[in-house]
């Protein structure tokens, strides 16, 4: 259908501090990295100095859910608790970078080695309603700040174009039943498209501001033209 947005999404107030989504859930182990990490001054909050086993423990506890390339060299790797890692050798080590808290993060894209967005949420107790996080950094990554005042729903994938242009997927709700997101000010606002069918999305690719592809569960597969 046509992927142009029905317009800005009302503001509301900020969203409640983000708080650890599922304590006591999600007791996969996926394997460990088997690199070294450091911990950078500064780094993640719940380390009180860091080491490499530290943050291996991490990964075995919480996991990555989506790693980022930019080239060869430099990437970024985000998870559960609000983990975010970077790299500047290709992955063979890591340097956890400051994350404003411990939500989890789905999804990282970079535009450039300074520009980054991480998107993830939180899932409400009892309603199962969802909340969306997204951050973004000028400066790669050294510093991340929470966008406020955001009304969607937990968030899966996130890819940008530019510096204003970008796109995002996850779960669907009242608000939003497309569960398919565009922004135009760097993440500062969200639109969606049309109402259609309402559904959830996991994954997603977008060519430019009129094309994509979004994926959900079960085989369900979506094109945006």
């Not at 909050?45 to 075995?60: C, H, I, K, S, Y």
């Amino acid at each position: 259908g046509d992927p142009t947005p029905s317009g800005d999404p009302t503001p509301c107030k900020d969203p409640p501090p983000c708080k650890d989504p599922t304590p006591g859930k999600d007791q996969s182990h996926p394997a460990r990295l088997g690199v070294e990490v450091e911990v950078v001054e500064g780094g993640l909050n719940d380390l009180p100095g860091g080491t490499a086993r530290m943050v291996e423990e991490l990964f075995a506890r919480d996991g990555t859910r989506d790693v980022f390339f930019l080239d060869s060299d430099q990437g970024w790797a985000v998870g559960d608790r609000g983990v975010i890692l970077h790299t500047e050798d290709g992955g063979r080590h890591w340097q956890i970078q400051r994350s404003p808290g411990p939500c989890r993060l789905e999804s990282v894209w970079f535009i450039d080695a300074q520009q980054g967005w991480a998107a993830g949420g939180w899932v409400h107790p009892y309603t199962h309603r969802s909340s969306c996080v997204i951050l973004r950094t000028q400066d790669g990554g050294r510093n991340w700040t929470q966008i406020p005042s955001l009304t969607l729903p937990a968030l899966k994938r996130v890819k940008f174009l530019d510096a204003r242009h970008g796109w995002a997927v996850g779960h669907a709700s009242a608000l939003y039943p497309t569960g398919i997101f565009r922004t135009d000010d760097g993440g500062k606002s969200w639109s969606t498209l049309p109402a259609g069918a309402t559904s959830s999305w996991t994954t997603a690719d977008f060519h430019d501001l009129h094309h994509g592809v979004v994926a959900g569960h079960n085989g369900q597969l979506a094109v945006i033209s």
